[in-house]
């Protein structure tokens, strides 16, 4: 099956400026994450046939061009089951199907595989495409990871312990690609490095957290001030949220004692 990845500059918190966007097959193909219009996306779009539409999340740098696309081509709209909602409020599309864990969304070059990812999101969703072009499996992964650097997982959306989970989820699984929607592609063994890495990052931010608590911080502002070390002009909102995150998953481990507003040692 052809995967094909458009990167389009739209509005994100991103490094990259752009979100990837995936077709995947064709005659019918699935667009995923069409989260602007371009030249390029067009003309792909038109060339392979989409016919389906559907998104890994719902963060507006994944949805923007969701209507446009959907409306050019008279394709299928899809969303996560029970959340058809959401997906129509972010999107402004009514979806016409939806999909759960194992769905199988038909191409005319095979099957494409829903895999739940929650975490960076609550719908968040990877599609997975065996038998890609170069023949290997290609897992389109949205945020769930990036080549280089981390993902925000931020409260009250991110949830962190089933971040965490999926990632291992897909560790275990070892696609031979990962096309995420920020960045470049990960292929073959960097694929569980990558995994791996993104864990190990949680973990060690996790124990900042803890420890910060242990010696007393608790507020999430002060938190965040002992448990990051780099400058985070531009970005503490972001650090903010992923603290609260990482809280909240320590709550309900009870490593700590959260009450939404002040931390203090278990």
């Known amino acids: 099956m052809r995967v094909t990845r458009v990167s389009v500059p739209v ?20 667009l995923v994450d069409p989260a602007a219009r371009s030249d390029r996306l067009d003309a792909l779009a038109a060339e ?64 494409v595989r829903v895999v739940d990812t929650p975490g960076h999101a609550p719908e968040h969703v990877a599609f997975a ?33 089933a971040y965490l989970s999926s990632l291992r989820r897909v560790h275990a699984m070892a696609p031979d690609r990962l096309l995420p929607g920020h960045g470049s592609a990960v292929d073959g063994a960097a694929v569980r490095d990558t995994t791996a890495r993104l864990i190990a990052h949680r973990l060690d931010r996790e124990g900042r957290v803890r420890e910060a608590v242990e010696d007393g911080a608790e ?23 992923t603290v609260r995150a990482h809280l909240e998953k320590l709550a309900v481990e009870r490593s700590v004692r959260w009450d939404g507003e002040r931390a203090r040692p278990a």
């Not at 918190?13 to 699935?30: E, F, I, K």
């Not at 979806?95 to 070059?109: C, H, K, L, N, V």
């Not at 990036?146 to 959306?157: F, R």
């Not at 507020?219 to 949220?241: C, F, H, M, Q, W």
């Open 48 to 111: 392979r046939g989409v016919g389906h539409v559907a998104v890994t999340h719902h963060h507006p740098d994944h949805v923007g061009a969701v209507a446009g696309y959907a409306e050019a081509h008279d394709a299928t709209v899809w969303a996560r089951t029970g959340r058809a909602d959401a997906f129509e409020t972010a999107s402004g599309v009514e979806p016409d199907r939806a999909f759960a864990e194992g769905s199988r969304i038909e191409t005319g070059e095979g099957r």
């Open 219 to 241: 507020t999430v502002s002060d938190i965040t001030d002992a448990a990051y070390e780099k400058d985070l002009s531009g970005v503490r909102d972001l650090a903010e949220a």
């Open 129 to 161: 495409a065996d038998g890609s072009d170069d023949g290997n499996s290609a897992f389109v992964c949205g945020d769930l990871a990036v080549a280089e650097g981390s993902v925000v997982v931020g409260a009250p959306g991110g949830d962190m312990r």
């Open 11 to 30: 509005e994100t918190r991103a490094l990259t400026g752009q979100t990837n966007a995936y077709v995947l097959g064709s005659d019918p193909a699935l």
